[in-house]
């Protein structure tokens, strides 16, 4: 991340605190979000399902720290299509699979869903869609906008992500120069 970015990055990292704190129920319009279908319920298309998520994540979040509110999150998401598909279709070469991915930015049903105490209702969203060859099988979703899946870190595979935080370093250090 670029100092650029940074104040961006901190002001979404403040709104999903806020929101959490909050307890908030985001609108459907304030909120953009992913949905990857995998190709089956067996075993392996659910494990390679998940391989996809993380790459797709690992690739957007660079991305999605650098915008500024919803609209360009879905413009560079939009812009970036073909380089998602071919994200998710190396993984899906690498995993010996004969599909590939088919990714579009379009409008969906979701059901209610909660994300640490931030609560979804069920409605239509924008959402970045990712169908898995025949896209029948069991899926996974979260939000992509404001980024909780790719800046939370909980249960949603992106655990590696680490947080510092600025004001608390200096606070340290000021606390470190006075002996305390």
């Known amino acids: 991340m670029n100092r650029k970015s940074l104040p961006v990055f901190l002001a979404l990292s403040l709104a999903v605190i806020i929101l959490l704190a909050a307890g908030m129920t985001p609108k459907n ?43 360009e999150a879905m413009a560079a998401v939009r812009e970036l299509l073909p380089e998602i598909e071919k994200e998710a279709d ?30 979804f209702e069920a409605g239509v969203y924008d959402a970045l869609i990712l169908e898995l060859g025949s896209a029948s099988g069991a899926n996974w979703w979260c939000v992509v906008y404001p980024p909780m899946c790719f800046l939370n870190g909980s249960d949603n595979g992106t655990e590696m992500i680490r947080y510092r935080s600025i004001l608390a370093e200096l606070v340290e250090k000021f606390l470190a120069g006075y002996g305390g």
């Open 29 to 71: 319009n304030e909120v953009f979000r992913i949905h990857i279908r995998a190709d089956s319920d067996l075993p392996a298309a659910q494990a390679v399902k998940y391989k996809v998520k993380d790459a797709v994540v690992n690739f957007l979040t660079p991305v999605l720290a650098d915008c500024a509110d919803k609209a």
């Open 90 to 119: 190396a993984v899906l070469e690498a995993e010996g699979c004969a599909y590939r991915c088919r990714a579009a930015v379009r409008q969906e049903e979701f059901p209610a869903r909660d994300y640490n105490g931030v609560t």
